[in-house]
């Protein structure tokens, strides 16, 4: 027996996205393992992407977008996972090549999900999302390479006013790093001091790609932006310096050179949020539901009805938005 929901559908005319509320059934779901009422969902900004037709990032309609979810199980043909059991879902290209979160159902393989973790609630696992994740991701990279707390020197991260720069600002801080936030929006500075940046940086300081080599500043950085800014950081990096690398907001291309990398033992670690093991998924979770400061993140969480997502997804593409979107499901 099917059961009926609302979702967003994309659909694509003469090569222009359209997006339209549906009244489906879980017929027209993909195949999957896993049926899960949806709950929570997030903005990122690759959803934004999504919802404006940029990048050629879905490739076949009608597509349901929505990048990450968090909900309860329905019904599953696989043991590890009962009806009623707490789930999240971030990466495996789901809101790209497979239907995603921003309808109330959603059916996908087992292996995509991980169950809820201890200490957290479905909203606030969804108020981390991908964008916390991936944090997430790139602090474990850091301290893998032998970057801690105890050395002299701050960590950067750019892009800080963004979802994953506000996440890995809290991170970092609750850890005890010393964290330089870089931004280039002044109204966002006491909201990263408040999210426990010790130092701003107006990224218009991290656009010089003259020089293969500036005065060393930092142990090292998690960056969100990619290219110019990207090139800037590693001829900025301290001996041994390490590089968390997690988005590509300013572009694929990276302006440099080896010298970094020759000459200073800098490291570049790429960080993969999409098809992450599992071990490594849990792993991550349960850190951030123990060490993420949750009212911290909440107060850096917007919530928005999924029936008005459409005007955000321009907000985010435009560098509008400060912090977290938790996009209610439910409410469309």
């Not at 921003?102 to 809820?116: C, E, F, H, I, S």
């Not at 909201?191 to 090292?220: F, V």
Request: negative net charge; aromatic residues 6%; charged residues 20%.
């Amino acid at each position: 027996m099917s059961d009926a929901f609302r979702a967003l559908v994309l659909d694509q005319n003469d090569k222009k996205v359209t997006a339209e509320f549906r009244n489906l059934t879980t017929d027209d779901l993909p195949d999957g393992d896993v049926l899960v009422r949806v709950k929570w969902s997030t903005l990122n900004y690759k959803d934004g992407m999504i919802l404006n037709g940029l990048g050629r990032l879905v490739r076949t309609y009608p597509h349901v977008p929505g990048v990450d979810f968090s909900g309860e199980v329905v019904s599953s043909s696989e043991a590890r996972y009962k009806p009623g059991d707490e789930v999240v879902l971030t990466g495996w290209r789901v809101g790209e090549a497979h239907w995603g979160g921003y309808g109330q159902m959603a059916r996908v393989k087992a292996d995509w999900l991980v169950p809820l973790p201890e200490g957290l609630d479905a909203a606030q696992a969804m108020s981390i999302g991908t964008a916390g994740f991936t944090s997430m991701l790139a602090v474990m990279a850091l301290e893998e390479q032998g970057i801690s707390p105890k050395q002299d020197g701050e960590v950067l991260v750019t892009g800080a006013a963004g979802g994953v720069g506000s996440v890995a600002v809290s991170i970092l801080s609750a850890l005890g790093y010393r964290v330089a936030a870089s931004t280039g929006r002044a109204e966002t500075h006491a909201y990263l001091r408040d999210l426990g940046a010790t130092t701003i940086i107006d990224r218009n300081e991290l656009t010089d790609t003259s020089k293969p080599l500036l005065a060393e500043r930092w142990i090292g950085a998690i960056d969100s932006v990619g290219s110019t800014t990207l090139a800037h950081v590693l001829s900025e990096m301290k001996y041994h310096g390490v590089v968390a690398a997690c988005g590509l907001a300013g572009g694929a291309d990276l302006p440099g050179t080896v010298i970094p990398f020759l000459l200073r033992g800098v490291r570049l670690i790429g960080i993969d949020s999409v098809m992450c093991p599992y071990a490594t998924r849990i792993r991550a979770w349960e850190r951030l539901a123990k060490e993420l400061p949750i009212d911290q993140l909440n107060a850096a969480t917007t919530k928005v009805a999924l029936r008005d997502v459409m005007p955000w997804g321009e907000k985010i593409l435009k560098g509008q938005i400060k912090g977290r979107l938790l996009i209610d499901v439910q409410d469309c």
